[in-house]
């Protein structure tokens, strides 16, 4: 399976890497999609030989990805998702972009006309799998705690209300619906994005988003119940040291997922 990548930032980086050591099961880098260029030379020399790195989309769609991996935020959902899907599966890492009900709707008809798939990984969240058993069947809660230390909030709004360095104490930034929530925190909450996606939606799923000083891990904590019975989970992740944004874990959840979809077994569908 050949794989290109739309970003090369932290994510982008660390999933180009884990490809290219032979990693991700059967899957090859093809291509990589970079802000400047026209190209960039690559120091990633794996079993395919080195991937081109390319400014120009119709240079990266020309490597033929059968599928495309999104690592570069919201607005690439946006200005690429359905011209890829024309042509091959898109793996949204973003998935908070989806919150918008209009192209998330346009990527899914693109898909289904194309005959190809859109696919989120569970990236920095776990029991996808289970909610989205469960949504089959009556459910009457799902909701996230998210908890990240001061560091993660660097270069985001919540550095322009809080002095970050000057907390004592857990501060709430939010709490409401998940369609909110991954809209105003596109970098930091795309785990209430996944998991809306998998259960009962953006506007049923609800969401607080904390600052806490107390903590050197990101944390989610999920809380599931319905017909299904009940489901209570907590997740801490280990924030990349390139961009505490975000955790390593999500480079690993994309790997996960070429390995089950370029491989001959698949399990926690």
């Known amino acids: 399976m050949r794989v290109g990548i739309i970003g090369y930032g932290t994510i982008g980086t660390d999933v180009a890497g884990f490809i290219q050591r032979g990693e991700a099961g059967e899957a090859s880098l093809a291509a990589v999609l970079v802000r400047k260029g026209p190209t960039c030379e690559s120091s990633l020399a794996g079993r395919s030989g080195k ?5 120009s989309f119709n240079e990266f769609m020309e490597q033929v990805p059968d599928l495309v991996v999104e690592c570069a935020g919201h607005a690439a959902v946006a200005a690429y998702g359905e011209r890829v899907l024309r042509t091959a599966d898109f793996m949204v890492v973003s998935a908070g972009a989806l919150a918008d009900e209009d192209l998330y709707g346009r990527l899914l008809i693109t898909a289904r006309e194309n005959g190809h798939r859109l ?5 920095a969240i776990a029991g996808l799998d289970r909610i989205a058993a469960a949504s089959v069947g009556h459910m009457d809660e799902v909701s996230l705690i998210t908890r990240k230390p001061p560091k993660a909030w660097i270069g985001t709004f919540v550095e322009d209300k809080l002095n970050l360095e000057g907390l004592t104490e857990p501060v709430c930034v939010f709490e409401g619906p998940a369609r909110e929530s991954a809209k105003l925190f596109p970098e930091s909450v795309n785990v209430s994005a996944a998991l809306s996606l998998a259960g009962i939606g953006f506007d049923r799923t609800t969401v607080k988003v904390f600052v806490d000083p107390g903590i050197t891990s990101n944390r989610h904590q999920v809380v599931a119940r319905g017909k299904f ?6 997740v801490g992740n280990t924030p990349s040291a390139a961009n505490p ?5 999500v480079a690993m959840s994309v790997i996960h997922n070429l390995q089950k979809l370029s491989g001959p077994f698949m399990i926690g569908l």
Not at 51 to 55: D, I, M, Q, Y
Request: net charge negative; glycine share 10%; aromatic share 10%.
């Open 51 to 55: 991937p081109l790195f390319t400014a």
């Open 119 to 123: 696919v989120v990984p569970s990236a």
């Open 229 to 234: 019975g009940e489901l209570q989970l907590e």
């Open 245 to 249: 944004k975000t955790g390593y874990i």
